[in-house]
């Protein structure tokens, strides 16, 4: 199983939020510095949000990104902002290995179909950020029907892989909801990367178990609730 560390930035610092809040800011340093945390603690992959992007900002954060892609040299999957085709395609020709696509698969899902056909689906993960049973969109702050729905939907038009976060328990360190993660991966052909309430290495063990392709770790692993070393270990 793959282990992604967050890098989200926010204001061009990495930070991490509590279900989504920006109010709830806590600043970690500059994202280059976190990334190179993680790639020494034996990382082979990063997940970066743009939240900036995912606030309305999309141009913000675009040169520390860059600086991300070309300073690790590492699988860099991102996410956050991504409006239009034309957003897609130029992150992925400036080297970053997946783009994640969220509000846009549910408002062009045919979008997928696109990059699938220019990039290879490999590349391009689907969102599937989920309150309850229903697809959360615009930043968390709408819903759009059952995630269930939707996946099969973004499975049809091309996606090569689905990110699973769970809304409800997103920053909180309280744990998985494993329930609503093995319905979707039961649901779906495609590989289930999962974030959102992973807080030790049990959560890391279980979500392999019930073949989780991935998991993403957050606040737990910033906090410290959770080591890096630790996590790798139970994804062996």
């Known amino acids: 199983m793959e282990v992604f560390p967050a890098v989200d930035i926010l204001h061009g610092r990495c930070v991490q ?24 603690s034996g990382a082979h992959a990063l997940h970066v949000i743009n939240l900036d992007g995912a606030f309305g900002r999309s141009e913000k954060n675009a040169g520390l990104i860059r600086e991300l892609v070309s300073e690790t040299g590492v699988i860099i999957q991102l996410g956050g902002g991504i409006r239009s085709f034309d957003d897609a395609r130029s992150w992925l020709d400036c080297g970053v290995e997946r783009v994640i696509i969220g509000t846009l698969a549910t408002k062009d899902p045919d979008v997928l179909t696109r990059l699938a056909t220019e990039f290879g689906s490999r590349r391009i ?7 309850g049973d229903q697809i959360a969109i615009e930043g968390w702050q709408e819903t759009s029907g059952d995630y269930l729905s939707w996946a099969s939907l973004f499975e049809e038009k091309g996606a090569g892989s689905l990110l699973y976060t769970n809304v409800d328990v997103e920053g909180l360190q309280q744990g998985v909801s494993f329930s609503p ?31 989780a392709y991935g ?22």
């Open 181 to 211: 993660v093995r319905r979707l991966i039961d649901h779906t052909g495609l590989p289930v990367t999962v974030a959102g309430g992973i807080s030790d290495r049990n959560d890391v063990a279980g979500l392999k178990k019930i073949g």
């Open 215 to 236: 998991v993403v770790l957050g606040s737990a692993l910033y906090s410290g609730k959770l080591r890096l070393e630790d996590a790798l270990e139970e994804s062996i």
């Open 17 to 40: 939020l509590v279900q989504g809040n920006a109010d709830s800011a806590t600043d970690f340093g500059t994202p280059i510095e976190c990334a190179r945390r993680w790639l020494s």
């Open 125 to 131: 993960m689907a969102g599937v950020d989920a309150r």
